[in-house]
């Protein structure tokens, strides 16, 4: 009984850490957005490079994105799926990206994947990837997906 | 000190796993392949859909990929990084793909993510994630990236 009830405090933190990075990205507030990662991240973004290691990298990604955007950052996380045991967890959801640029507006739907471990007792992203599928005859970037 | 044995036993039982994989894929070997795979699964995939739930998508996808391709399949697991705990391990690396289709050639590098579990002792794929970045300027798939 005290496992179970240990492992659902556990999963609700998780999910805690989840809607803090939200809110944070919703605001805007790179120094929130930057509390959920782990120093030496590694990350498969979005857009190039191919992969990047340590927050930095995940610092200047954020504050160009926010830069760039007008208006408010739509966000949504959903299908929030959490996977852990012990000091590790892994999560993936799908996340609707709904923004507007200068010269153009965004709408879509990322597939994300991120893996927390324990750290001193705080839930850290060490390792995350976001990307959307690749059309394997015209080579683009399929950003019309809808789940 | 045991502790520390039995990690790196788990550990080396991961890596086999991926050894195992990989032979599998490059003797285009589809039971081999799926043998990873936890019936479960939840893909986010290097081509559409957006995602896909259970091996039975997976099986599929390699099927395909083995009946388009000319002669051997290159593929090849960079700096294969991995981090458990109990019976929960994610693994991240940068796969290189290297094959011949009827009209093109392909030589590129994957972003990978697999997240395991252990099931009645063994270690299965219950989450992965394989892509490249996205160009935001022309919406490409990036595929010539190198690490």
Redesign the interface.
């Known amino acids: 009984m005290k496992a179970r009830v240990d492992f659902a405090t556990a999963e609700a933190l998780i999910r805690q850490r989840v809607e803090d990075w939200l809110k944070a990205l919703r605001a805007k507030d790179v120094d929130g957005v930057l509390s959920l990662y782990a120093p030496d991240l ?1 990350s ?8 990047y290691v340590g927050a930095d990298g995940k610092r200047r990604a954020w504050q160009e994105a926010f830069v760039a955007l007008h208006g408010p950052l739509g966000y949504e996380v959903r299908d929030l ?1 959490v ?8 999560v ?1 959801s ?1 996340n609707h990206v709904n923004v507007t640029l200068p010269s153009d507006s965004i709408d879509m ?1 990322l ?1 994300w ?1 991120a ?1 927390f ?1 324990q750290v001193a007792g705080v839930w850290l992203i ?2 995350d ?1 976001v ?6 005859v015209n ?5 019309n ?3």
Do not use: I, Y
């Not at 498969?44 to 992969?51: E, M, Q």
């Not at 990307?131 to 394997?136: E, K």
């Open positions: 590694v498969f973004d979005f857009t190039p490079s191919l992969r799926n996977t852990m045991n012990g000091e590790l967890a892994f993936h799908l739907w597939r994947t893996c471990r060490v390792h990837h990307s959307v599928p690749a059309d394997p080579g683009m970037a399929v950003r997906l809808k789940p």
